[in-house]
């Protein structure tokens, strides 16, 4: 039986384990609910500004530490809401395209880890700055941030960073490579911090500080991830003849395998990828399709 759009929607979003197709699913039906929300009350005959605001007010993240302890958890919710359209459109293309070639080489649980945890840096970086800075001084009580740009740039400098000599074909440029496009990304957000949306630009280099410091802490062997690792069940006593030899020696190959990739990604975070032999890479690409 053929499936339907929708279920293979869902399929993709919540049952395929792909992190990328999760978070644009997410992204995308949060700003279509909005939007269409917007639509109702426009036909009501109503403006939609005020359903903006409220917007703004209860999910986007706010400077003002006076309001942080009633909107705690805005440092989540700010991250899959979108100010329009356009807004929403190029974080999700980023998102995958960058995701993609995140997943070829790390694990869904680094993904989730580097992306929630770029979206906190981001709301860091901003109230940092805001509070640090005395040009915004007077933007403090009602300064907020919204998006999810700051996740979407934690995965592109971590990829970044990852494999920094990997090149993807962009329109009128040819092939760029990862490292150039990290950098006038970054260079970018650091000239618009004297523009009007100075805010979402600390936010922006907050994710990309992420992103960064994480792929080298994990180069040095320190996987911050592993927050997110289930604890393991106690293993069944009870073996038949001949399976407890089958399953240590399964357990050591797969440790073997581990450790052949550890080093892989070592050599990658240190000379990039396209100073691994073609064995190292296919064994990199078979190790990530499991």
Do not use: C
């Not at 006076?66 to 998102?95: A, E, I």
């Not at 992306?115 to 001084?137: D, K």
């Not at 998006?147 to 092939?175: H, N, Q």
């Not at 100075?198 to 320190?222: D, R």
């Amino acid at each position: 039986m053929n499936k339907t759009l929708f279920e293979d929607l869902k399929f993709k979003v919540l049952r395929s384990g792909n992190p990328v197709f999760l978070y644009i699913g997410v992204n995308t039906l949060i700003f279509v609910v909005m939007s269409l929300i917007g639509v109702a009350i426009f036909l009501s005959g109503n403006s939609a500004t005020g359903f903006n605001a409220l917007i703004h007010e209860y999910v986007a993240f706010p400077v003002s530490l006076s309001k942080l302890p009633l909107r705690f958890y805005t440092v989540l919710t700010y991250q899959f809401f979108h100010d329009g359209l356009f807004h929403l459109l190029f974080n999700m293309l980023w998102l995958y395209w960058l995701g993609q070639i995140f997943l070829d080489f790390l694990k869904p649980r680094q993904f989730h880890f580097v992306y929630l945890a770029g979206g906190l840096a981001g709301a860091l970086f901003f109230t940092l700055a805001y509070h640090t800075f005395p040009v915004f001084a007077d933007s403090v009580a009602q300064a907020t941030v919204i998006g999810s740009s700051a996740a979407v740039m934690a995965i592109v400098v971590a990829t970044a960073t990852l494999v920094p000599d990997f090149s993807i074909r962009m329109l009128f440029l040819g092939d760029v490579k990862l490292k150039y496009l990290a950098v006038a990304y970054v260079v970018l957000d650091v000239i618009g911090l004297a523009s009007a949306n100075a805010g979402g630009s600390f936010a922006h280099l907050g994710g990309a500080f992420l992103g960064f410091i994480y792929i080298k802490a994990l180069g040095k062997g320190s996987d911050w991830s592993n927050i997110f690792k289930r604890t393991p069940k106690a293993p069944k006593m009870k073996v038949n003849k001949n399976e407890n030899y089958k399953r240590n020696a399964s357990s050591k190959a797969s440790t073997v395998a581990q450790a052949e990739v550890d080093a892989i990604l070592d050599k990658i975070s240190k000379s990039g990828y396209d100073k691994l032999s073609r064995e190292e890479k296919e064994t990199l690409f078979k190790a990530s399709k499991h």
